[in-house]
């Protein structure tokens, strides 16, 4: 319905994760949580459509290389997972769970 919309309309549509703009403003959150604590050496995020993970990897490896980030996902939303199990591109057949921000059903390459 958005992307429709905004071609009618002629507005620009800004996908929630298949953007690199986006990504890299998501990886702020990271600058964030290592101003309050800076010797964190575990991030856990939330895996939908993988750009925040993504952000969220980008800046902390930059700033420590060794830290190591953990992807969670819903069970009923498992593109991602499946997708880096795999290690190409799955998308899932169905997606039913609760947690609609990470409600995604397909992988997509620039967060792969």
Do not use: C, W
């Not at 990504?23 to 995020?45: F, P």
């Not at 993504?54 to 997708?83: D, F, L, R, T």
């Not at 799955?90 to 609609?100: E, G, H, L, P």
């Amino acid at each position: 319905f958005a992307t429709s919309y905004a071609k009618e309309n002629n507005l620009s549509f800004i996908h929630p994760f298949e953007d690199e703009f986006v990504m890299a403003g998501q990886g702020t959150l990271m600058l964030e949580m290592l101003d309050e604590i800076s010797d964190l050496d575990m991030i856990i995020a939330p895996v939908g459509g993988g750009g925040l993970i993504s952000g969220i990897a980008s800046a902390a490896k930059q700033i420590n290389p060794n830290i190591k980030i953990i992807g969670v996902g819903a069970k009923g939303a498992p593109a991602m997972y499946e997708s880096f199990h795999a290690k190409k591109i799955k998308n899932a057949k169905s997606v039913r769970t609760i947690a609609d921000g990470i409600a995604v059903r397909d992988a997509n390459p620039i967060n792969f």
